[in-house]
């Protein structure tokens, strides 16, 4: 559910973010299915393929609604389960006019009490990715991982807020064997996810091993570059491909290449359509960008 306020027809908000303490303002009320996962599943199913939506929903009115909106698009939603007597996530925001986050109370308790079925996962096969949010409980996110590893699965991990962008940290020893292993091929933080996730892996000592350098040592990355490069190529070892969303500036795509040749070739087509690209090579066909 999103709250917008003022309405949406004000061109630019009267108010301090101060003024919304203590008192309430006139505002537009818009209920829409969502969830990060959600999110996904839609956008993947609108490109033409066919997503497996595996969750939880509680047996209440937004449950069923969900459920009946996934039938309306024809999404596959026979792994989406009911719990009784649980209230269905419900995230409420509040957003400004020009559609920028003010504020958000998450309620995402029904999560907590998922178990992790690798049964469902295979229902279809073994599928090309699988693609997580940091909604679920850290136990299910080894689950996933560790899953993904034996398959041999590229996995994508979606942060979905600051104080939830952690957990994938919680399993210190399995987040390490990503060195090796490099399971975990994709993440989307935002902005200040990237920098949480940095601070928690710092203080988790995931840059103090010696492997972690050797790889890093790798990427031939200088001093150069903003913080906020500086974070995600220190994670890269780790995952290899990290897109930091920037609001309205659009994204920063930091990327571990095998071969980097085709990128190079690219350059002309990236003017064009307005990306800015960044690529350090090093010693033989791989690169950074």
Request: negative net charge; contains cysteine.
């Amino acid at each position: 559910m999103s709250t917008l306020c003022p309405p949406e027809s004000s061109l630019k908000c009267p108010y301090d973010v101060e003024d919304f303490h203590g008192t309430s303002f006139p505002g537009d009320v818009k209920k829409t299915v969502g969830g990060v996962g959600r999110n996904i599943t839609e956008t993947v199913f609108r490109l033409g393929l066919n997503p497996m939506f595996s969750s939880v929903v509680g047996s209440d009115e937004f449950g069923r609604w969900i459920i009946s909106q996934f039938e309306t698009m024809g999404i596959d939603s026979s792994n989406l389960e009911v719990v009784e007597n649980q209230s269905t996530a419900v995230y409420s925001a509040i957003h400004k006019p020009d559609g920028n986050l003010l504020s958000a109370v998450a309620d995402m308790k029904i999560f907590d009490g998922m178990s992790f079925d690798e049964d469902k996962l295979l229902k279809n096969g073994i599928p090309n990715l699988v693609c997580f949010d940091a909604n679920i409980p850290e136990s299910y996110i080894s689950s996933i991982l560790n899953f993904c590893s034996a398959k041999k699965i590229p996995a994508f991990f979606e942060p979905t807020s600051v104080p939830k962008s952690g957990k994938i940290f919680k399993d210190k020893k399995l987040f390490s064997d990503l060195l090796t292993t490099q399971t975990l091929r994709y993440i989307s933080p935002s902005r200040l996810e990237l920098e949480s996730m940095f601070n928690v892996a710092k203080s988790n000592g995931l840059f103090d091993n010696n492997d972690w350098v050797d790889k890093l040592i790798e990427f031939n990355i200088g001093s150069k570059y903003r913080q906020v490069f500086a974070a995600a190529t220190k994670l890269l070892p780790y995952i290899p491909t990290i897109i930091i969303k920037l609001d309205k500036d659009g994204a920063l795509l930091v990327q571990n290449m095998e071969d980097i040749d085709s990128v190079l070739n690219e350059g002309e087509a990236n003017s064009k359509d307005h990306r800015i690209e960044i690529v350090v090579t090093r010693k033989g066909k791989g690169g950074i960008r």
